[in-house]
């Protein structure tokens, strides 16, 4: 699974979380997360089934977060917008601190694996996406189980 350090500064600095970022005006999930991920961590993806929907109301905004599974198509994942990214195993998803959707989602992944089992469902990874109630829509997040 990959995840992402947060910068220090700003909400949820220093925490993990799946990368991602925010959909422009005209986009569609599938093509704001393929941009998003193209821009942060300079790979491209083929975007798959939804893998969940997840709620939060922080202080002066919510947030909806769409997951999607996805697959990693063309280039080694780089740190471009994140402090560094770190390829994790499921279960080591627990050592790292995470903000409240991260950790729902981390727990899903956990929670959807086989006994014995290394893979995450039937996909080699899963990017996320959140709208921010308004005019604002966000979309967030990257994992991929790692191929090594």
């Known amino acids: 699974i990959l995840i992402t350090h947060r910068p220090s500064h700003g909400l949820l600095g220093g925490m993990w979380e799946f990368p991602g970022g ?20 300079g790979a491209d993806i083929i975007v798959g089934e939804p ?16 997951a999607f599974l996805c697959k990693l198509t063309a280039g080694e994942p780089q740190a471009l917008a994140a402090s560094e990214l770190r390829w994790v195993k499921p279960n080591e998803l627990n050592l790292y601190p995470m903000g409240k959707i991260d950790r729902l989602i981390a727990a899903r992944i956990i929670n959807s ?36």
């Open 22 to 41: 925010k959909l422009e005006a005209g986009e569609d999930f599938s093509e704001a997360l393929k941009r998003e991920i193209q821009e942060e961590l």
């Open 51 to 66: 893998f969940g929907i997840y709620r939060h109301a922080y202080t002066h905004f919510r947030v909806t977060l769409h």
């Open 113 to 148: 694996l086989n006994p014995g089992s290394n893979t995450f469902l039937s996909a080699n990874s899963a990017f996320f996406s959140d709208d921010q109630a308004g005019s604002k829509q966000d979309k967030h997040s990257q994992h991929h189980q790692n191929q090594q």
